[in-house]
T-cell receptor, first 115, second 116 residues
Framework: GNSVTQMEGPVTLSEEAFLTINCTYTATGYPSLFWYVQYPGEGLQLLLKATKADDKGSNKGFEATYRKETTSFHLEKGSVQVSDSAVYFCALRMVSGGSNYKLTFGKGTLLTVNP | DAGVTQSPTHLIKTRGQQVTLRCSPISGHKSVSWYQQVLGQGPQFIFQYYEKEERGRGNFPDRFSARQFPNYSSELNVNALLLGDSALYLC???????????????FGPGTRLLVL
């Protein structure tokens, strides 16, 4: 079946540090890939997405590139802020091959940014 | 425009009871999906509905059921509650619930269920 593996957290950084959260996937086909963010006590917010190989999703300074050859979609940000502290989820969704277009999530990575 | 709304925000039940959770999608969205998020884990897919029809079901027991109404709102029902059903239940809406590249699922704030 399809699955997503994220780097284990928690990740603790100082403000303005560089962030990388690794994400790899296994899928029978060609999925769309997503990063969602969950702030404390809230639901999920879409951060960015990429729908085909070599696409780069970007939003709010975050970037991720869809790498088909390494089945990866690593999240990066050049300079994190305290307000980026949250749980980050990598997810995939199959574009074809069935009527069920569910999202499959990784376990999440808790990021804490200290001033 | 309002986003996805869910009610109630919090709920406490005892084992064996039944619970109904409600979701209103973004205006114009015809598909609703339900996810269960246990503390410390990623969300797990429960159901997807489109135009009042069940399109998909995750690996959950028959105690879980759902329906979608003509106005595209949805209810998730869980019978015979177990301690392990304690979780954040998330509703997501999308335009048509297909796998098309422009399709995005937007999540509500969730209902936090505690089973004692």
């Amino acid at each position: 079946g399809n699955s997503v593996t994220q780097m284990e957290g928690p990740v603790t950084l100082s403000e303005e540090a560089f962030l990388t959260i690794n994400c790899t996937y296994t899928a029978t086909g060609y999925p769309s890939l997503f990063w969602y963010v969950q702030y404390p006590g809230e639901g999920l917010q879409l951060l960015l997405k990429a729908t085909k190989a070599d696409d780069k999703g970007s939003n709010k300074g975050f970037e991720a590139t869809y790498r088909k050859e390494t089945t990866s979609f690593h999240l990066e940000k050049g300079s994190v802020q305290v307000s980026d502290s949250a749980v980050y989820f990598c997810a995939l969704r199959m574009v074809s091959g069935g009527s069920n277009y569910k999202l499959t999530f990784g376990k999440g990575t808790l990021l804490t940014v200290n001033p | 425009d309002a986003g996805v709304t869910q009610s109630p925000t919090h709920l406490i039940k005892t084992r064996g009871q039944q619970v109904t959770l409600r979701c209103s999608p973004i205006s114009g969205h015809k598909s609703v999906s339900w996810y269960q998020q246990v503390l410390g884990q990623g969300p797990q897919f429960i159901f997807q509905y489109y135009e009042k029809e069940e399109r998909g079901r995750g690996n959950f027991p028959d105690r879980f059921s759902a329906r979608q109404f003509p106005n595209y709102s949805s209810e998730l029902n869980v019978n015979a509650l177990l301690l392990g059903d304690s979780a954040l239940y998330l509703c997501a809406s999308s335009l048509a619930g297909t796998g098309g590249s422009r399709e995005t699922q937007y999540f509500g704030p969730g209902t936090r269920l505690l089973v004692l």
